[in-house]
């Protein structure tokens, strides 16, 4: 047990500002890792021979995935981690002097910039195939593909803009705060049938759910809890989600409870949230041997980017091949299986140039080009620029127009942030959301 406590003590050091947890920043890699693999066993086009395109998702055919995704849909744990990182920076920007507006201008650049190099590179380069005459609908698989990370950057980041508020609330009532969420998304899932739209409510309520599980580790209130009491509430949560799925509330497939997420994705982030905590001690061991932790921060300082340019180079690199001739086996045969480790080393090949070209945009700032007195009006400006192509793509899928027009916007945003002024808080608050480094390049997180 003194281990234990040990181990979840590490959690709040992390907040208070002391060494970086690298148990969290292995779950986030291994999220990461389970991402890219999951996409390159998903996505299949097809080439008719009308010559219409269109795409399989292999996975969700196969009979044996359905359950299975109840252990790999991990999409809540991203928020979990993402709560346990977000309240630590707050908590470190707020004691320096920073306020909520600073928060939000560090967060929006963090996410914001390497967006904004995925979207402009697609729209000139979808740009270039539509004139040099390839099939208007290759490029429309290609630009629907690469649309499907930007749902995420959406929820992500209207979840980590909503930290301060949420923090406030959650130091004055921590289990009322989440039962006030958790009642939210009963509600919007209750009125789902009579009004679709009321739906797309739960991509907030249900991911800030999940991200207050991230803030009670934080706060180390799982700390000390024994070996048992984390089996009970992995066991309970599951045999709830068992029984709202088995009785028809839901469907029992995680795909389709994902988009738009509803209550089976709180339960998961719950039973996931105490996964992490009850395997702490063994991933902690794990983080840090010492070709794993070298991994783990290789691909961490990049952890974005990988996300934003996986799946557009996947899709890529799949349309094209239906342009050439070569082999395509067809999608859930044994040549397919077998073609999968391939196209991984193909797509790890491909995001090779790219984390040296746009890596670094995780990391820079731009010049500024707003006055100090204007911050609050610009922070504020550019979030509203910035959701207005991301919700445009959520409801009406992604277009070549809208990604020219989404990359505009999002330059704009850029420019509207500027660089953290030099002269006030922020120089400090930008150190404090990053967080102290115990060594070169230990910045293994995906909103660091």
């Known amino acids: 047990m003194g281990f234990w406590r040990q181990q979840n003590t590490s959690v709040d050091r992390t907040v208070r500002g002391g060494p970086r947890d690298p148990v969290i920043d292995f779950?986030?890699?291994?999220?990461?890792?389970?991402?890219?693999?999951s996409h390159c066993m998903m996505v299949s086009p097809v080439l008719h021979p009308d010559g219409t395109v269109t795409t399989e998702n292999t996975l969700m055919d196969q009979r044996?995935?359905?359950?299975?995704?109840?252990?790999?849909?991990?999409?809540?744990?991203f928020f979990v981690l993402g709560g346990i990182t977000g309240l630590g920076s707050w908590r470190r920007l707020r004691g320096r002097g920073g306020t909520g507006v600073d928060y939000a201008q560090l967060r929006l650049l963090r996410l914001i910039r390497p967006a904004t190099a995925l979207l402009a590179a697609m729209f000139l380069g979808l740009s270039a195939a539509r004139l040099s005459g390839v099939d208007p609908q290759v490029i429309q698989l290609i630009a629907t593909g690469a649309g499907m990370p930007l749902w995420f950057l959406a929820a992500y980041l209207a979840t980590q803009l909503s930290v301060p508020l949420l923090a406030r609330l959650h130091a004055r009532s921590p289990w009322l705060t989440l039962g006030g969420l958790v009642a939210a998304v009963i509600t919007v899932d209750s009125l789902r049938g009579a009004f679709p739209l009321l739906a797309s409510l739960n991509m907030l309520f249900v991911w800030c759910s999940v991200q207050q599980f991230g803030f009670f580790i934080?706060?180390?209130?799982?700390?000390?809890?024994?070996?048992?009491?984390?089996?009970?509430?992995?066991?309970?949560?599951?045999?709830l989600l068992g029984l709202v799925t088995g009785i028809g509330v839901y469907s029992g497939n995680m795909i389709v409870d994902l988009n738009p997420p509803n209550f089976c994705m709180l339960l998961l982030g719950l039973s996931q949230a105490a996964t992490l905590q009850l395997l702490r001690p063994g991933i902690a061991w794990l983080a840090n041997v010492r070709w794993v932790s070298w991994v783990v921060a290789v691909a961490g300082r990049r952890s974005m980017t990988i996300y934003l340019w996986h799946l557009p180079l996947l899709v890529a690199m799949s349309g094209l091949l239906l342009l050439t001739p070569f082999p395509k086996p067809a999608a859930g045969t044994a040549g397919w299986w077998w073609a999968r480790p391939l196209v991984l080393l193909a797509v790890v090949v491909l995001l090779v140039p790219v984390l040296l070209l746009c890596g670094r945009l995780e990391e820079r700032p731009t010049a500024a080009v707003h006055a100090r007195g204007?911050?609050?009006?610009?922070?504020?400006?550019?979030?509203?620029?910035?959701?207005?192509p991301m919700v445009d793509a959520a409801f009406n899928g992604l277009t070549l127009t809208l990604l020219g027009?989404?990359?505009?916007?999002?330059?704009?945003?850029?420019?509207?942030?500027?660089?953290?002024?030099?002269?006030?808080?922020?120089?400090?608050?930008?150190g404090a959301l990053e967080g102290p480094l115990p060594e070169q390049g230990l910045r293994a997180n995906l909103d660091s």
């Open 27 to 37: 779950a986030r890699f291994f999220c990461l890792v389970l991402v890219v693999l």
């Open 64 to 77: 044996w995935f359905e359950p299975v995704l109840w252990v790999f849909q991990i999409m809540p744990l």
């Open 218 to 239: 934080a706060d180390g209130i799982f700390a000390g809890r024994s070996r048992g009491w984390f089996v009970g509430l992995i066991a309970g949560s599951n045999l």
């Open 374 to 388: 204007r911050a609050h009006t610009a922070v504020v400006t550019a979030g509203v620029v910035v959701f207005i």
């Open 405 to 430: 027009g989404g990359s505009a916007c999002f330059a704009l945003a850029v420019l509207l942030l500027g660089r953290v002024p030099a002269d006030g808080p922020s120089p400090t608050a930008r």
